[in-house]
């Protein structure tokens, strides 16, 4: 074989092996695009802010991001974003809705939808330390002072509420709801100029659903230590038949303690009371007003500049406790409740 021939057999290998290749790699990038996209959606999401391992977590199986959003008007005190997802047995939904909130209107809007007939809705507490509780719909709201917003027109410290809306359809039990929701929180804060101390994360914990009833129970003993533990010695007949939940921390604009007999039933009809706290001017109005149930036992005081009210909702028929008795224990958790927040002026209602 002559070189010149040589030469152009190994230029026609190299031209087919090139050929081969190009056509490996073009193949590879078209089975790459769609994980490189859904990469890049989750380290995107709400401009970048969320955890995208958390957001991954709360992905239910055979689903993926397909679109984020995010916006607001910072002049207009609001902020939000959404992630919505598909699968390949259902239409596009939406995953993440968060918002958060500097105005006043747009709080009471949102505090309104949380308890939109009585302050007595269902709600669940986070974990101590964190200024929120869980809504109806299993919202994550988290209120929070903005130093750097000053004082509105009525001299009340301004803040900043968040709402994090995580859909039924995620697995959203779990500890990534928390991480998801404090990112989102901490950034809110830094966009909106509110100037709140950033939130820590939870490690290890879950949120509860308020309306599923699968919170456990501990007796008055084993309450002392939570912001419930008043009705330890509180007077009640047989204390080792109560059992307590403790829904309340003490950086939370509202919480309850709810305290049932035994099993919580007797002749047939639920022998239980609810201790429901709400602090803020924003619970003004699930006390007075005729749009809503009015609770019959109330109490009221003065907290960080602002109103806050004392209710209890008890069955007709408590064995033990008579109406009286109902009094002094609502005024016993209301007391209990002014000196753990440095409240003053606490007064019973009629």
Not at 53 to 77: I, Q, Y
Not at 79 to 104: E, I, M, P, Q
Not at 171 to 196: D, I, M
Request: glycine share 10%; hydrophobic share 40%; with cysteine.
């Amino acid at each position: 074989m002559t070189a010149e021939r040589a030469t152009g057999a190994r230029m026609r290998r190299w031209i087919k092996v090139s050929v081969t290749a190009a056509a490996v790699l073009g193949l590879g990038g078209w089975i790459a695009q769609p994980y490189v996209h859904q990469w890049w959606l989750l380290r995107t999401a709400c401009d970048g802010v969320l955890p995208d391992d958390a957001v991954r977590d709360l992905l239910p199986d055979d689903s993926r991001v397909v679109g984020t959003e995010s916006g607001g008007v910072k002049a207009l005190g609001d902020h939000g974003c959404s992630v919505s997802v598909t699968s390949d047995h259902s239409a596009d939904w939406r995953l993440l809705s968060l918002h958060a909130y500097t105005r006043r209107d747009d709080q009471d809007r949102e505090f309104m939808s949380a308890f939109p007939e009585s302050g007595f809705a269902a709600q669940a507490a986070l974990p101590e330390g964190l200024p929120g509780f869980i809504t109806r719909s299993g919202a994550l709201d988290f209120l929070l002072p903005c130093p750097d917003l000053g004082r509105d027109a009525d001299g009340r410290q301004r803040t900043m509420l968040v709402r994090a809306g995580i859909s039924d359809n995620a697995p959203w039990r779990q500890p990534a709801s928390y991480e998801v929701a404090v990112a989102f929180v901490n950034s809110a804060s830094k966009r909106l100029g509110c100037g709140a101390k950033p939130l820590t994360a939870p490690k290890g914990v879950s949120p509860a659903h308020p309306e599923e009833d699968d919170r456990k129970r501990v007796s008055l003993a084993a309450a002392r230590d939570t912001a419930c533990g008043w009705l330890a010695g509180a007077g009640l007949p047989d204390p080792t038949h109560w059992k307590v939940d403790a829904q309340l921390n003490d950086a939370a604009p509202t919480g309850f303690c709810d305290v049932t007999l035994g099993d919580g039933l007797a002749d047939g009809g639920s022998a239980g009371m609810d201790f429901v706290a709400w602090f803020g001017d924003w619970s003004t109005r699930l006390v007075s007003g005729d749009d809503i149930v009015r609770p019959s036992l109330t109490a009221s005081a003065r907290c960080a500049g602002e109103a806050a009210h004392f209710a209890l909702d008890a069955a007709k028929d408590v064995p033990g406790v008579d109406q009286a008795k109902k009094r002094a224990l609502l005024q016993a958790f209301a007391a209990e409740q002014v000196k753990r927040r440095g409240c003053t002026d606490l007064s019973m209602g009629g």
